[in-house]
């Protein structure tokens, strides 16, 4: 398979699950976070994903958000590393590229 070929997207629609929390990082770089619970589609249960947004616009829409709204969300997803005692830790995320309010 050619990599031209390749694609990360993701879309979601799901509610706000607690507060977001906006972040600084030792670089500087700021990133808001939160949780989006999303029915699964194939059988009883539920998801929750983690969302981080960059963008200044994005970063201020998502403190806005109340717990419980209905929310659309764009972006892709990527996997985050990070130092945690003698080892390195990892997750996924989704980096929000769009919000959407329902």
């Keep these: 398979m050619s990599e031209d070929l390749s694609k990360n997207s993701v879309f979601l629609i799901g509610r706000v699950s ?3 929390e906006e972040k600084e990082l030792p670089s500087g770089d700021k990133v ?3 949780r989006l619970v999303v029915a699964r589609d194939d059988r009883d249960g539920y998801d ?6 960059w963008k200044s616009m994005l970063r201020k829409r998502a403190l806005s958000l109340d717990e419980e709204e209905w929310l659309e969300v764009k972006g892709v997803l990527r ?4 130092r945690q005692g003698p ?3 990892s997750r996924w995320q989704v980096e929000g590229r769009e919000l959407n309010r329902i």
């Design 79 to 82: 996997r985050r590393f990070w």
């Design 48 to 53: 929750t994903f983690d969302i981080a947004v």
């Design 87 to 89: 080892g390195v830790a």
């Design 18 to 20: 607690g507060d977001a």
């Design 32 to 34: 808001v976070e939160f």
